[in-house]
């Protein structure tokens, strides 16, 4: 099992690292080419080598994950500028009172341009830039919507602290839901609330933790190659009950469902021969929880690091080492309509020991990103044979890098 | 070939001076229009491109009348009002001594918010790494064309200069715009973050403006609506066209002043054109009548005059481009200096060679060369075919003509000073008006000259006896070929003495203004882009060290801020004022103390000449400013004589202002010295007071009087430089119709020489009929140039500038004048007298 | 014009002019008929009125009352267009002074009539130089006037003036301008053309020899035509 914690971390590593690096260098670049207000199109020309931009990475003058640390609340769901890369990345499954269902993506990358502040008089002068991802799927009227955001950490814009919580890159949010009683209960920012709008969307949401939080790797650290530094720290949240509201088109449904969280600060970068990944986050019904990744390398095999890990319902954590006690078996495609670019869609999940086996299948076809860094990721369906051998049912997101334009050439 | 166009072809190229001088003359008329035209069209490009690629796809802007918008402002757009696609602007000018002689434009922008606007920032097609500019304190980023003019590269350091404080700021990034037409437009352009723009141009917590894109459709209004109503007091929303047209408006005067003296170049083109036209029909009128009696038609005679014209038009038009061309480069600079001295910076790259101005230059330049024409080709066509030989028959017709041109010439000056007493800000009607006359005084010249010249004959009889009379008779003789010469140098004269009158009165009067007005003995302001106006903020302890000085006994504040209101730039100032500052102003009425009481109690305002005349207002009415609490109206106390700015002032008490906005700067400050005090020793004292890394000018009252006259001369070098070009056409056109004339006379002159006259007799009395025009051109041209500075100052200069000049009129611009138009006519005849003084009178005789 | 050729016919023909404040009275009522062929000598003394009656005759100017008929056309009838492209292709003009066109060659000056009656093919260079070997100057036809004697350049006008092949010639004082020797060449070369070409000639002239060599003589005396 400790053999695999490195290669589970490497997982999570690089499927963020490649979108913040985005910002750090060519997301200035990309914000022209999502022309403001209608980031919709993207054309594969715009975006970079996703390798090529995460190996030209400097790290010097950062803070690095060189080893285990104390992870200390509250000041650690706030931000820690001196890392590169850091990232509130929030995904979901919920349903209205009627039955509708939806899924959502909500994510806030930040970014230190350089080591340093550049000081200065200004309420604008600030090291820090921050990138929104906001997607939201409605499951049952087929559609997706999704809108990217920029701004720079600085005069109000956007920005994260910790105590009260609050991240925020224009009127996008994720904070306490009540200042005053976090201050409290001192070491939790829950409840917490979620907001975000675009595209005639609007999402408001107040999560829960639901489960304690679990720290990822060797207590958090998560180690991604041999060398010291080339690491993260990660903590994440599995299964936070989420209620609130859904305005789409001006229809607004009052929900309900499940979401994760998932947090990590970094300033190391991907490994050459790594093209994109796939990544599965499952909720299933009975309390447990089930992340996988496949990382694909140049020869369309997958890297020997590939990793799943299990969560149990009193929230433990159970690895999986790759190839043998987890499979992940695409059994559909997808053409992307941008450029017919082909995605893997459905997949057969197995985690042989424990008799798991599952059917993955998109909520909806078409869930990409169409932002300045093209990805698929959404909300899926999961049915089979869960714990003990009992048929199981159950909802989650996945994520699809490395398919399309961005981050491969 | 057909035979005619083959005779008409053989007869120019016998005659090369005059055809030569005929397409001198178009291409000389052609030049000035070009050159004029596309001086004022590049001064407008480059101000265009510089506002477009400044503003890029920005559709609204959100500004404030005092300058500056709370950078707060922008979150209550983007996040409260949900208003995506908004970008922060702060914006300033700095200089560097790496690029001597250019006002810098300091661009400081949020490259996150800059996709919808600016694609040279957010395009990448720049190659611009903004995470650098970000990320660099004060980080600038240059295009590469100024940057190589400075001589940096990235990673060095830019010094600059803004808004009086010395800087050197880090070079980030250097960007090679995609197309032309954004290189041409940040060409003067400095790119900074906007923290580092704040922080330079001092403008911490506030922004020039916040650009908006909003589309065109029902969500668009309703998105400017719900701006509207979120807006703070004293912050309007504009859309940007209205914004660039205010900016270019304030030019229009300018330009339709250069204009109105080009077209004045052209028509004195035409009356070369018409000078060697006529000429070449009157020599030929013989072989007209030739062609006529063998049965050539009028239509066919008119049609080969014409075509003649034609091609003298096309040649000199095609000359007139490429001399244009190279005209404007020098007047080019000239306008933009003086855009950049009056009105705003501007930074022109190159001349903008606009097809439909060349298409424009030459239809005017060929169109012209065949209206000229015409007249003497119908002459030509009308003449009887046996009578044309009889030139006495036609110099009895001329002098017939001779009062009827003269009644017309009345007709057409009447006509002229009604259309000027058109009430009417419009400056084409005045200058419609102004060309009424000037032909009208054209059309009076004949029968002047025949005055005049009958009232010398006596007097040149008695000094050169029977040559002196004959020269006297000569002129009055051929007038039908002389006419249109002399009127032409005594319009060219006339202009000359009328701009000379008026550039001379204004300058007198402003000199009289500067001394009323600058009372104090020291002024100190901030170096800034525009020479004749100061701007920025002084430093509060600077101004508190220099009032300190020992020797200073007091002093005056000035706050100046150029606004914008009803799409009408003009500045208001705010002034605490010394008492011996208070008799600076000079009020068209009303008792002065009155109204300095009043204007000190914070009653109201005083408002310039200009301010009122350009809204047709008077003293009594009101005049409505965004203050810091909305709206407020404030009465116009006094209306004061001003030079200083031709869109308007509008002056109140400092203590009044504080009340109305919130704004504690001051631009500049006036100090008063103790009595005796050496004026040029405290400026010495007062630099040595500034703490190193700023500047402040300081200057004494005379070097500011003078520094105020160099930038009026400045801004009239334009106009100096085209009465010169215009004085030219019209010498040339003398030069060629007066010398045609005495080659034309060879025959005569020929018997003359064999009767006995001396080579020397025969120059004499060449020289003395030409000169005899001159003199008589000059003596009409300076009550002409008089009756023309007469209207230029009160119609047209009232109109365009709303100011009021106390006419001077110094004998140096008459003699000049005169002396210009005899020195001219004796030269053109200097040439015939020499040629015919060499040639044998039997060959002279002989003819044709 | 009818198969005959021209007959001239002046009825009634009056003309003045204005000169300052007195009028000079030219023609007072002059009548006479010219047949086709004929050729006429008009005799007069100086301001008689010669010079008039050919312009008048030529359509150059129209008199103050009373009826010119060249051929039958009524002249008075014409616009001032149609006057000259009468003129243009049935009258040549031979004047006192020489009349050529300085700035083409002696060809191009007998060219230019029959190019302006549309006749420029190569058949009009034939008979230019045809006409210029009548009058025994084609070795000139390259030459400028300028560079010919008096009587040369007056025997160029005469082939101009019938290079066209004109019903009428009108000559003004053809000879008043040469010797007495060049004169009678020039009239020699002029009645050779005529013979040639059948056409009818007026000559105004102050020679007696001149005009008896015309088949009739008419005098101009105090603005009427008498047989002479």
């Known amino acids: ?409 | 070939m057909r035979l005619l166009t083959k005779a008409s072809l053989r007869y120019l190229t016998h005659h090369r001076l005059q055809l030569l001088l005929s397409v001198l003359g178009v291409a000389l008329g052609v030049a000035v229009v070009l050159s004029i035209d596309l001086a004022i069209q590049s001064a407008q490009t480059g101000f265009r491109i510089s506002a477009e690629t400044v503003s890029g796809r920005t559709t609204h802007v959100l500004v404030s009348d005092l300058g500056s918008v709370d950078e707060r402002l922008l979150n209550t757009v983007r996040i409260d009002l949900d208003i995506t696609a908004s970008a922060p602007v702060v914006e300033g000018f700095a200089t560097s001594s790496v690029l001597p002689g250019r006002a810098l434009r300091i661009l400081g922008i949020d490259p996150f918010s800059e996709g919808p606007f600016r694609p040279y920032v957010a395009g990448g097609s720049t190659g611009l790494d903004v995470s650098e500019l970000m990320t660099t304190r004060t980080g600038v980023v240059l295009p590469a064309s100024l940057a190589e003019e400075g001589g940096v590269s990235v990673g060095d350091s830019l010094p600059m200069v803004v808004e009086g404080e010395a800087w050197s700021v880090p070079l980030v990034a250097i960007i090679e715009p995609a197309d032309e037409l954004a290189r041409a437009g940040l060409a003067d352009v400095a790119l900074m973050d906007v923290a580092g723009a704040q922080e330079v141009l001092r403008m911490v917590g506030r922004l020039s403006r916040i650009d908006l894109r909003i589309s065109d459709d029902e969500a668009g209004s309703a998105e400017l609506e719900a701006i509207a109503g979120a807006l703070p007091d004293g912050v309007g929303i504009e859309s940007v066209g209205t914004r660039s047209e205010t900016m270019s408006g304030m030019i229009g005067a300018f330009d339709v002043n250069l204009t109105a003296l080009s077209l004045l170049a052209l028509i004195f083109g035409m009356f070369l054109i018409y000078n060697a036209v006529t000429f070449s029909v009157v020599q030929r009128r013989e072989i007209l009548g030739r062609l006529r009696a063998l049965g050539v038609t009028r239509d066919e005679i008119v049609r080969l005059i014409l075509t003649e014209a034609l091609w003298i038009g096309i040649v000199g038009a095609l000359l007139g481009t490429l001399v244009g061309i190279f005209l404007a480069r020098g007047l080019v600079g000239m306008v933009t200096r003086t855009i950049n001295d009056l009105y705003f910076s501007v930074s022109v790259q190159g001349i903008d060679l606009r097809p439909f101005l060349f298409a424009k230059a030459c239809v005017l330049g060929v169109g012209a060369t065949l209206l000229a024409a015409l007249p003497p080709a119908l002459e030509a066509a009308g003449a009887n075919p046996r009578m044309a030989a009889l030139r006495s028959v036609v110099e009895g017709r001329a002098r017939v003509l001779v009062p009827r041109a003269a009644l017309v010439g009345s007709i057409l000056c009447a006509v002229g000073i009604g259309v000027l007493s058109i009430p009417t800000r419009n400056l084409v009607v005045s200058f419609t008006g102004l060309f009424f006359i000037i032909t009208g005084l054209a059309l009076i010249t004949p029968a002047g000259t025949l005055v005049l010249v009958a009232a010398v004959r006596p007097l040149l009889g008695r000094v050169w006896g029977t040559l002196g009379l004959m020269a006297a008779r000569g002129v009055g003789a051929s007038l039908s070929r002389t006419a249109p010469a002399i009127a032409a140098l005594v319009v060219a004269v006339s202009v000359t003495v009328g701009l000379g009158v008026m550039i001379q009165s204004f300058r007198g009067t402003l000199v009289q203004w500067l001394d009323g007005t600058l009372r104090a003995d020291v002024y100190v302001s901030l170096p800034g882009p525009t020479a004749s106006r100061a701007a920025g903020t002084m430093w509060p302890e600077v101004i508190e060290d220099f009032v300190g000085h020992p020797e200073v006994s007091g002093y005056s504040t000035y706050r100046g801020m150029d606004l914008v209101r009803d799409g009408e730039a003009f500045r208001l100032v705010a002034l605490e004022l010394d008492p011996r500052g208070e008799g600076a102003f000079d009020f068209l009425e009303g008792s002065s103390s009155d109204i300095m009481a009043r204007f000190r109690a914070g009653e109201g305002v005083i408002a310039s000449e200009p301010y009122v005349f350009r809204r047709g207002l008077e003293r009594g009415d009101s005049v409505t400013l965004s203050t810091a609490s909305g709206d407020r109206a404030l009465r116009i106390i006094g209306v004061f004589y001003d030079y200083g700015s031709e869109q308007g002032t509008v002056m109140m008490s400092r203590s009044l202002y504080d009340r109305l906005f919130d704004d504690p700067g001051v631009t500049s400050l006036g100090l008063f010295l103790e009595e005796g005090a050496d004026s040029e020793r405290v400026v010495g004292d007062l630099l040595a007071l500034v703490p190193p890394g700023r500047a402040v000018i300081a200057r004494t009252n005379d070097t500011l009087r003078s520094a105020s006259l160099e930038v009026f001369d400045r801004t009239f070098q334009v106009t100096a430089v085209l009465r010169l070009l215009a004085f030219v056409v019209a010498f040339v056109g003398v030069l060629s119709a007066l010398a045609a004339l005495q080659l034309e006379r060879a025959r005569e002159l020929g018997l003359l020489r064999a009767s006995g006259m001396t080579p020397g007799q025969l120059a004499r009395l060449v020289v003395t009929q030409t000169g005899l025009i001159g003199l008589a051109a000059g003596v009409l041209a300076v009550p002409m140039g008089i009756a023309l500075s007469i209207v230029m100052i009160f119609v047209v200069n009232k109109r365009s500038f709303g100011w009021t000049l106390n006419m001077e009129v110094g004998p140096e611009v008459l003699l000049q004048a005169v002396g210009l138009a005899l020195v001219g006519a004796i030269l053109a005849g200097v040439y015939p007298a020499w040629k015919m003084s060499r040639t044998s009178p039997a060959l002279a005789l002989r003819g044709e | ?228």
């Open chain 1, 1 to 409: 099992m400790t053999a695999s914690v490195p290669s589970r971390l490497r997982l999570t590593r690089p499927r963020r690292p490649g979108l913040v690096a985005t910002v750090a260098t060519v997301g200035l670049l990309a914000v022209a080419g999502c022309a403001g207000p209608a980031p919709q199109s993207t054309d594969g020309t715009e975006t970079l080598s996703l390798v090529a931009t995460l190996g030209g990475l400097d790290t010097a003058g950062y803070e690095r994950a060189l080893e285990v640390r104390d992870f200390v609340f509250p000041e650690d769901h706030g931000p820690h500028p001196g890392f590169r890369t850091e990232w509130w990345y929030v995904t979901g499954n919920l349903t209205s009172r009627e039955g509708r269902t939806f899924g959502f993506q909500f994510t806030i990358f930040r970014s230190a341009l350089a080591p340093a502040d550049p000081g200065g008089p200004s309420a604008w002068s600030t090291n820090q830039a921050y990138m929104g991802h906001f997607a939201l799927t409605d499951i049952t009227g087929e559609d997706f919507r999704s809108e990217e955001r920029f701004a720079r950490g600085g005069a109000g814009l956007a920005g994260a602290q910790a105590e009260p919580l609050r991240v925020w890159i224009e009127d996008w949010e994720l904070s306490a839901a009540d200042p005053a009683a976090t201050g409290t209960v001192r070491a939790s920012p829950f409840p917490m609330t979620l907001r975000a709008d675009g595209k005639g969307v609007d999402l408001e949401l107040v999560l829960q933790s639901g489960k304690p939080r679990v720290l990822q790797g060797d207590r958090g650290l998560s180690q991604k190659g041999a060398e010291p530094g080339n690491a993260s720290y990660y903590y994440a949240h599995t299964r936070m009950p989420a209620e609130g509201r859904v305005t789409l088109d001006g229809q607004t449904y009052r929900v309900s469902g499940l979401a994760w969280l998932d947090r990590e600060w970094s300033t190391s970068a991907l490994s050459e021969g790594q093209v994109g990944w796939d990544w599965f986050a499952l909720q299933l019904d009975d309390g447990w929880e089930m992340m996988v990744y496949q990382l694909r390398l140049e020869d369309g095999s997958a890297d020997p690091l590939s990793d799943g890990v299990l969560i149990d319902p009193a929230g433990r954590r159970i690895s999986l080492s790759w190839g043998d006690q987890v499979t992940v078996t695409p059994t559909g495609r997808w053409r992307s309509p941008v450029d017919g670019a082909e995605y893997p869609s459905g997949w057969r999940v197995t985690v042989p020991d424990r008799g798991w086996d599952l059917s993955v299948e998109p909520a909806v076809l078409d869930q990409e990103l169409r932002v300045a860094f093209r990805y698929w990721e959404g909300a899926v369906r999961v049915e089979g044979v869960g714990e003990r051998g009992r048929p199981i049912r159950g909802r989650g997101y996945v994520e699809l890098t490395g398919y399309a334009g961005a981050g491969i050439e």
């Open chain 3, 1 to 228: 014009m009818n198969d005959r050729g021209p007959s001239i016919e002046l009825i009634d023909v009056h003309k003045s002019y204005e000169e300052g404040e007195r009028t000079h009275e030219v023609l007072t009522g002059t009548s006479v008929s010219i047949r086709a062929g004929e050729r006429v000598a008009i005799l007069g003394p100086s301001g008689s009125g010669k010079s008039t009656l050919l312009n008048l005759i030529s359509g150059i100017d129209l008199p103050d009352s009373g009826t010119i008929r060249v051929g039958g056309t009524d002249l008075g009838a014409l616009t001032e267009r149609d006057r000259t492209l009468f003129r243009r292709d049935h009258i040549g003009f031979v004047f006192q002074f020489f009349n050529l066109l300085p700035t083409l060659t002696v060809l191009e000056n007998l060219l230019l009539p029959l190019e302006l009656t549309g006749s420029t093919n190569g058949r009009a260079d034939d008979r230019a130089r045809e006409l210029l070997a009548a009058v025994e100057l084609e070795a000139r036809a390259g030459a400028f006037p300028d560079r010919l004697s008096g009587g040369e350049q007056q025997r160029i006008a005469i082939a101009r003036a019938l290079v066209h092949e004109p019903d009428l010639l009108l000559a003004d004082e053809p000879t008043g301008n040469l010797d007495q020797d060049t004169g009678t060449r020039v009239v020699e070369a002029l009645e050779a053309l005529v013979a040639a070409q059948g056409t009818t000639m007026i000559v105004v002239t102050h020679s007696r020899e001149l005009a008896g060599r015309m088949d009739r003589i008419l005098e101009l005396d105090h603005g009427r035509l008498r047989e002479g």
